[in-house]
Each structure stands twice: as C-alpha cells, then as structure tokens.
T-cell receptor, first 110, second 116 residues
C-alpha cells in the first residue's frame, strides 16, 4: 500500500462546478501536509498548505483530519485554467522526508 | 519567490552515454537539494538528497554509481546519469531548500530525458 493515496481520476467537470479531491496517508507520524499543482510536463508548484483548522485561499479550501489521516481539497467555481494534476504531499521525519501522492487529474470543460 | 533553474529542459541521448543535469538556485543558498524522478502518470519519487560539501544520501533502490550527484557549492547540484539505458527515460526534477527539509523547497523546471 502506498504511503499517500489519491484517486487518480480523471475528474471531468464543467466550468463553474465544485469539485473535491481526497487523499489518505498511512504514517501517523506525518507532520505537515500540502497540495501541489502540476501541469503537464512541468514541475509541481505549491498550491497551499493544509492545517487541521482548515484553510481557504480564494476558491480553494483545504482540510486535514488527523484522526482519519485524511486530507481534502475543494475547488469552487472551477475555471478552465484549473485543469491540472493535483498532488497531495505529506512531510515527516522533521521535514526530511517528503512523500508525494500520484496525483488526481482534473479536466475543466467549457 | 525563489528561483531554481534546471538545465537542460529536454535531452535525447544514445544508450550507453552519460547525461549531466544541472540544478541551480539563483537567488538563495541551497544547503540541501533533492532529486526526484517521475514516470508517466506516477508520483514524484525521491532519488537522493544532497547536502553541500558532503556525499548524497540515496533512497533505497537507487543506484548511487549510476546516478552520480555532486553538490559542490551552495548554488549548484548536478545529477549525472551514467551509461544511460532506455529504462532511464523519465522526467527528472530537482528542488532546492535553504534549510535541510524538503518543505518550502523550490522546484526546478524539470528535465525530460529520453534514451534511444
């Protein structure tokens, strides 16, 4: 079993839709959590950090549930430009170990 | 934000040859650099962690004699794929951090290696 698991998708949604991605992690010692965005054949870029209290950045909301070892990302009012692969990333061992999920692909259609 | 430059962005080489990939931090001193490999539709897999002035730490299953990493300065790390084979074809990405952790690291643009 992979340490960080994501639904690979793809998620095909129309513009304006709300879409949610989930991610689970198996190592309870994981300390910090992030969502990255990766466009095709490009490097990953940090989208947002994830906190237990939840955090929001514009149309994006991230949530962490430590008890269930579960992370989520909600995108509201989807734009065509949101089409990308979203990577769930977990960090542990004092920050020295970063584990990437395989990513969830999102296609937003006009 | 900080800039990490990776070069070349794309390279095609013949089987049996060696390829060097450079990763430079342009506006900060990177004490630690990370090298990842990503196969199509798969996650980034950490290959090795390099600290300036010391030997790289390789992840399990990564051959250190095949993937030579040099981190001679605080702004430059290189990955050399020696005696490349078609199965080494992949997307290689570096990231650089000011501290020792992979968090808050900045990624290079990646290098797409094709071995023919």
């Amino acid at each position: 079993r992979k340490e960080v698991e994501q639904d690979p998708g793809p998620f095909n949604v129309p513009e304006g839709a709300t879409v949610a991605f989930n991610c689970t992690y198996s190592n309870s010692a994981s300390q910090s959590f992030f969502w990255y965005r990766q466009d095709c054949r490009k490097e990953p870029k940090l989208l947002m950090s994830v906190y237990s209290s939840g955090n929001e950045d514009g149309r994006f909301t991230a949530q962490l549930n430590r008890a269930s070892q579960y992370i989520s990302l909600l995108i509201r009012d989807s734009k065509l430009s949101d089409s990308a692969t979203y990577l769930c990333v977990v960090n542990r061992d004092g920050g020295f170990k970063t584990i990437f999920g395989a990513g969830t692909r999102l296609f937003v259609k006009a | 934000g900080a800039v990490v430059s990776q070069h070349p962005s794309r390279v095609i080489c013949k089987s049996g040859t060696s390829v060097k990939i450079e990763c430079r931090s342009l506006d900060f001193q990177a004490t630690t650099m990370f090298w990842y490999r990503q196969f199509p539709k798969q996650s980034l897999m950490l290959m090795a962690t390099s600290n300036e002035g010391s030997k790289a730490t390789y992840e399990q299953g990564v051959e250190k004699d095949k993937f030579l990493i040099n981190h001679a300065s605080l702004t430059l790390s290189t990955l050399t794929v020696t005696s490349a084979h078609p199965e080494d074809s992949s997307f290689y990405i570096c990231s650089a951090a000011q501290g020792g952790t992979g968090v808050n690291a900045f990624f290079g643009q990646g290098t797409r290696l094709t071995v023919v």
